[in-house]
């Protein structure tokens, strides 16, 4: 496939729960966002906008300062990126309803996920949220307001007896509460068209769409980041929601963040698939019915999961998938040009684009694994320092000799990559972060080997007292062992 793009809006989305970019390194990749065929972000704050007065209580304690806010403005303009700012007003709503002044507005009482949308009170919180977003944000012509992954809508008290009313269903309640927030921005904010994730509306017939006045409030943003996503199945619903009145609609792929709450390395391989399918979507659908595409980049598949890549780490298949959907497919030249706009000579994954995507490569391709392998294959720790034997401090003296130096070696090697590690990411994240990814990915496999090490000196028996003749130790061979070459003593550790 070639020729050019048919999405003529391509944003990038900015996920900034649990890993918000300090704005030195956001001035650092804006450019290249421009160069790789980005013309607009997604930026989606959660408890990092710098809320005041009642909200006050939203902000983490590394959410950007107002002045912040704005000076991500100025070099998002600066470099042709529009800025859409994104709200969540009715799901994924834990960073609001975790707070115990906030928890009387949960739908489901146990569960911080989704707003209650029978409270009048629910309608103020998430309208004056809207209201300073879009303060710090003046000239905005969109505004997301999520409405995705609605979880448990219909199981909170005041719904189950709502729901009891003839006529009353789920999908009523969820179009009546975004036909609220969209009309309160179209209200306060007449200039600026809102946005909504379209997993809700899929399965609401038309005929009720159509009636519920929603089409002429807000703008669908069709998301699937699947690899083998259904791209007849994506036609005809674009289909059916231009029946239902909706204007315009985008499109939202994936770049990272897509394929496990855990993952460390994005599979490029597997995003640039999902991308052209998108590019296929849009060729069966009718002409400029796709007002743009959306490439997403989660950081947490919600508030309370662990993080999943890192930006810096998605940023070659950020540009893989950014140049394919502007040149319409992936071709040799394609490839050609990502190379050269990131300075690598491959696009393998061993390729050194950064000091943090080199490190954390190492980092998750061999961290655990050489751990891993010296605590379970190693023979003289499986063969005389095995479980059983740290229980109960046991062990042949000689083989302290032939364990301790590996695990020391081992030790200091990672303990020295993570030092390394931890000072690139300080460089682009705040502290919480750093420490947050290091003791998810990197301290875990650490303690496995400080634990060896502290439980070797605790097996070790005192030195004998001091004799004219000291006995000669038997070599490891004379007790059916053999010698670990020291090449074998870390095999992985050699790209380190």
Known sequence: MSGSSPFKMRFVHLDLKGAPPKVSYLSEIFPLFHALGANGLLIEYEDTFPYEGPLKLLRAPHAYSPSEVTEVL????????EVVPLVQTFGHMEFVLKHEALAHLREVALFPNTLNPHEAESLALVGAMVDQVLEL??????LHIGCDEVYYLGEGEASRQWLQQEQNTTATLCLSHMRAVASHVQARHPATTPLVWDDMLRDIPEDQLSASGVPQLVEPVLWDYGADLDVQGKALLMEKYRQCGF???????????????????PPIEHHLRNNLQWLQVAAQGRKDTLQGIILTGWQRYDHFSVLCELLPVGIPSLAVCLQSLLHGGFTEDVRARVQHLLGISSLEIAGVLSDILALVIQVSLHLRSSVDEMLQMDRYVTGWFSPYHRRRKLIHPVMIQHIQPQALSLLGRWSGLAQELAAALRRVFPEGTVEEWLQEN?????????????????????????SPGPAQARAPEDMGAHPVPSSSVCPTLASC
Do not use: I, M, N
């Open 74 to 81: 100025r070099l998002a303009a600066a470099h042709e990126l």
């Open 137 to 142: 944000h003046p000239g905005a012509r969109w």
């Open 247 to 265: 204007p315009r609609l985008w499109a939202a792929s994936a770049f990272k963040g897509a394929t496990g709450p855990s993952q460390a390395l």
């Open 442 to 466: 990197v301290h875990p496999s650490l303690g496995q080997l400080q634990a060896l090490l502290q439980d070797l000196e605790a097996a070790s028996p005192p030195p004998p007292p001091a």
